[in-house]
């Protein structure tokens, strides 16, 4: 995520403005702001970017290129609740996705379908830095702080089974 940051030399400047104290701890935030919200973001970021780019293509390709993701992300959150895909079912997830959906049905016919491309940028804009900024400083923390927890897990369960393991003599 960060390599294109690095080619533009803008990684310094990255990594002083996330060690600023603007973004509270991730210990503090909330757990569904960190891994529901994130998703949420995603959805509707994805939603507005297939109504842009295919708005003029004809109502039965933008429906289907506006509304095949929704349906595939919340038919994988059912099926993990069935157990019959991989992953965690979290009603988090799936009203993340409701909100994101209703935004999207909410907003659309003002920002979409206006003359003004002036106000189209604005808004494109607008949902891009919502989209990256949510991002990057949720999901990075919450990965990173998940799989440390993970990981320090694993070497405390290798510790206790190493030491109530007796060495052989020979």
Known sequence: MFKPLELMGLLD????LRSTHWFPPIETVPEWIVYSLPDGMWLLSYMFAMEFIWN????????????????AIIAHEFSQLMGLASGT?????????????IIYL?????????????????CSCIVAAVF???AA?????????????ALDKQ???????????SPTSN
């Open 132 to 134: 990256v900024i949510g």
């Open 155 to 165: 070497l405390q369960q290798n510790g206790a089974s190493n030491s109530n393991q």
């Open 13 to 16: 400047d990255v990594r002083a």
């Open 89 to 101: 079912w979290d009603i988090l997830d799936l009203t993340s996705y409701s909100i994101a959906i």
């Open 56 to 71: 003029n293509d004809g109502k039965h390709i933008r429906i289907f290129f506006v509304w095949a993701m929704p349906a």
């Open 106 to 122: 909410l907003t659309k016919k003002t920002i979409i379908m206006t003359q003004s491309m002036s106000l189209k940028l604005i």
């Open 137 to 149: 400083s949720c999901t990075t923390s919450s990965l990173t702080s998940k799989y440390q927890q």
